[in-house]
């Protein structure tokens, strides 16, 4: 991917999108703050030997830092000319702030017809509330279906609305700089606007459509799946494990490599409507047999016919396996390439404000 991509973000979901166009080839400069440049430069312990935050490296590879200060007019000039020979501009500002530094993105992008610009916000355009992935998960209905069943609401581990709307954004961009590929765009189709709020409501995707379908609000249903048993969390001997079963054939292999031919043989659970009408029935069934063995021995018997299961695994056990680094952090996930380190405030300061664009051919 060649494309030049100024980027104002900071925290999560901006840096997140623009480490994916990284990845994928494109030229960033993150504009930061003079002083203390983003605020997840500071969101630590742990910080590496360089005093880089682990939160800032897991987001910004693949960058090159000025730090500018858009108070200043010459600053703000130098801004503006790299804007002028970009493709992609992300901000996310609170609607206002830039215009009032006077970057009206309308203007511009009238001025720039070739230019695509994506705000990321909490609330979408014109809404001034900060945008939080925990308040956002409180608001979208995450929060309302996650933990066990009769406990307290409770969020997902990961700040995932901020990381739903970051890809978000990036597909969104992605689709723009291939449309303009194809011949010049009309201003709506420049002009991007994702919020945490859009993305999170999106992402409840089936939990979604069981309300509208049915008309009953949905429930916590802790480790366990609303439409498909067995799919959910179980103890074996020695620590615990999932299954997840998605069709009735299924079924029939899963019950086989558990043993359990007396539930295998029951037409009433041969379907998946009878296996939810009979839930507690076959759980308890599932939980006490599983209960007598490893969860390997589980888990290789399940494996040989065709299930889908898994160890519960510690984030150090995930990512062993990989070649997840302390100073790029995880692989790309979108088949890109690490091509340079999180960069530290303004490093890249000097060599863009005397070359500009072409830094990126040094």
């Known amino acids: 991917m060649k ?61 090159k830092s000025l730090a500018a200060n858009l108070g200043l007019p010459e600053d703000r000039a130098l801004v503006m000319r790299l804007l002028s020979d970009a493709d992609v501009v992300i901000d996310n500002f609170l609607p206002g702030s830039l215009e009032r530094l006077g970057f009206d993105r309308d203007r511009i992008l009238e001025a720039h017809p070739s230019l695509i610009w994506c705000t990321i916000s909490g609330y979408g355009p014109g809404r001034r509330r900060r945008g939080y992935d925990f308040v956002t998960q409180a608001e979208s209905g995450w929060m309302s279906i996650t933990g066990p069943v009769g406990g307290p609401p409770m969020k997902v581990g990961v700040a995932l609305a901020d990381v739903i709307a970051g890809k978000d954004a990036a597909i969104a961009i992605l689709a723009a700089l291939a449309e303009r590929g194809e011949g010049p765009l009309v201003l709506e189709r420049r002009r991007l606007d994702i919020s945490l709020a859009d993305s999170a409501r999106s992402a409840l995707v089936n939990v979604a459509q069981n309300v509208l379908v049915s008309g009953a609000d949905a429930a916590r249903w802790g480790n366990a799946h609303p439409n498909l048993v067995p799919y959910q969390l179980f103890d074996a001997a020695d620590r615990p494990f999932v299954i997840a079963v998605g069709s009735d054939e299924q079924w029939k292999a899963c019950a086989a490599a558990l043993e359990l031919g007396d539930l295998a043989s029951d ?96």
């Not at 500071?42 to 030997?49: E, H, I, S, V």
């Not at 998946?272 to 390997?296: F, L, M, Y």
């Not at 695994?313 to 340079?340: K, N, Y």
Request: proline share 6%; aromatic share 6%.
């Open 3 to 63: 494309a030049r991509v100024l980027d104002f973000t900071r925290v999560l979901a901006g840096p997140l999108c623009s480490m994916i166009l990284g990845d994928l080839g494109a030229d960033v400069i993150k504009v930061e703050r003079p002083g203390d440049g983003d605020e997840t430069r500071g969101w630590g312990p742990p910080f590496d030997a360089k005093g880089q935050s682990a939160y800032f490296l897991s987001i910004n590879r693949n960058k």
């Open 267 to 362: 037409d009433s659970l041969a379907t998946n409507a009878g296996r939810i009408a009979n839930r507690e029935r076959v759980v308890e069934a599932v939980a006490r047999h599983v209960a007598t063995q490893p969860a390997q021995y589980w888990i290789e018997r399940l494996e040989r016919n065709g299930i889908a299961c898994g160890l519960v695994r510690t984030v150090a056990e995930a990512i062993a396996d990989t070649d997840a680094s302390p100073e790029t952090g995880l692989p790309s996930s979108v088949s890109g390439t690490v091509r340079m380190p999180p960069p530290r405030l303004d490093e890249h300061g000097e060599e863009v404000r005397s070359l500009g664009w072409r830094a990126f051919q040094r």
